[in-house]
């Protein structure tokens, strides 16, 4: 305790501090799995990450603890949205830059990497459903892929998702149902 403070304030902010703390490491690998999803980027990912928490602290630490969820999410898809829309006025101002003289034989579309090729690392650490489950999961639409994750993976109620996401329990719910039919058509070789 400090000194002159004998009404056990310290304590308590110090016991807030704990608890954001831990709140942040129960969702500190799912939300960076959903940024890496959504931007396709472990870098870009992480950035939006470290970004979400410290705004979470900073402006929310003082909430009650049943609504930093809703809040975190939200805090991280306007963090991924915001990624989003400087990436593609980057490369409206700046692709110019990065063209090259390409032989007349040589189609430039072939030297762009696949972004769908699977890393051989991830196939070995990964059984082949997991691996399509998430394949299939970041080819969703933005919107589909946050309902589902937030729904499916995070277990948040449909008031939940809807404030994490900003928009009615309608669009949830629209959202989520088009993302498990999508996933069921893609999956259907390895849905049981």
Request: proline share 3%; with cysteine; hydrophobic share 40%.
């Amino acid at each position: 305790m400090r000194a002159g403070g004998g009404d056990g304030s310290a304590e308590d902010s110090d016991t807030g501090a704990m608890d954001i703390e831990a709140f942040l490491r129960s969702v500190e690998r799912r939300g960076f799995l959903m940024a890496r999803l959504a931007l396709g980027n472990d870098d870009d990912a992480l950035d939006a990450m470290q970004d979400t928490m410290m705004r979470l602290v900073q402006r929310y630490a003082d909430k009650p603890a049943a609504e930093w969820r809703p809040l975190f999410y939200r805090i991280l898809h306007n963090r991924i949205t915001d990624t989003r829309r400087r990436r593609t006025m980057g490369s409206r101002l700046f692709g110019w830059l990065d063209r090259r003289d390409y032989d007349e034989g040589q189609d430039p579309l072939e030297q762009i990497a696949d972004p769908a090729a699977l890393d051989p690392g991830r196939i070995a650490a990964s059984n082949e459903t997991a691996e399509a489950l998430m394949g299939a999961v970041a080819e969703l639409p933005q919107r589909q892929q946050q309902a589902f994750m937030l729904r499916c993976w995070e277990g948040l109620s449909t008031a939940e998702t809807a404030s994490a996401m900003g928009c009615t329990e309608g669009s949830v719910k629209t959202h989520y149902s088009r993302a498990v039919h999508a996933l069921r058509a893609r999956l259907g070789e390895h849905h049981s």
